[in-house]
């Protein structure tokens, strides 16, 4: 069964940094891009990065603006999102999300999700 198992979410003053974890099982891992995403009460799920199978190439929603760093370690089978200069506006419930194939930023391109994590910024 396929399984993604997310961690590192919390409450963070702003300006501060979190690093996001999510751990897969039941997929070679390798074979598939990998994203977060984020959802905020009342607004739509909305793309965070990806990167590709080898860990060669990624990129970032608009509004993360450098801050924001996804990287991945495929012999731990492990994705995470290094986040700094964290803002109120940040908050929001992060998810972690698996591409069958491809290398998208649609929500609707990603098959597998994690539980989420609740990331909490304060002024």
């Known amino acids: 069964q396929v399984q993604l198992v997310e961690s590192g979410g919390g409450l963070v003053q702003a300006g501060g940094s979190l690093r996001l974890s999510c751990v897969v099982s039941?997929?070679?891992?390798?074979?598939?891009?990998m994203g977060w995403f984020r959802q905020a009460p009342g607004k739509e799920r909305a793309f965070v990065a990806a990167?590709?199978?080898?860990?060669?190439?990624?990129y970032n929603g608009d509004f993360v603006k450098g801050r924001f760093t996804i990287s991945r370690d495929n012999a731990k089978n492990t994705v995470f999102l290094q986040m700094n200069s964290l803002k109120p506006e940040d908050t929001a419930v992060y998810y972690c999300?698996?591409?069958?194939?491809?290398?998208?930023?649609?929500?609707?391109?990603?098959?597998?999700w994690g539980q989420g994590t609740q990331v909490t910024v304060s002024s």
């Open positions: 039941g997929l070679t891992f390798s074979r598939h891009t």
């Open positions: 999300a698996a591409q069958i194939s491809g290398f998208g930023s649609q929500a609707s391109e990603y098959v597998y």
């Open positions: 990167v590709s199978r080898s860990g060669s190439n990624s």
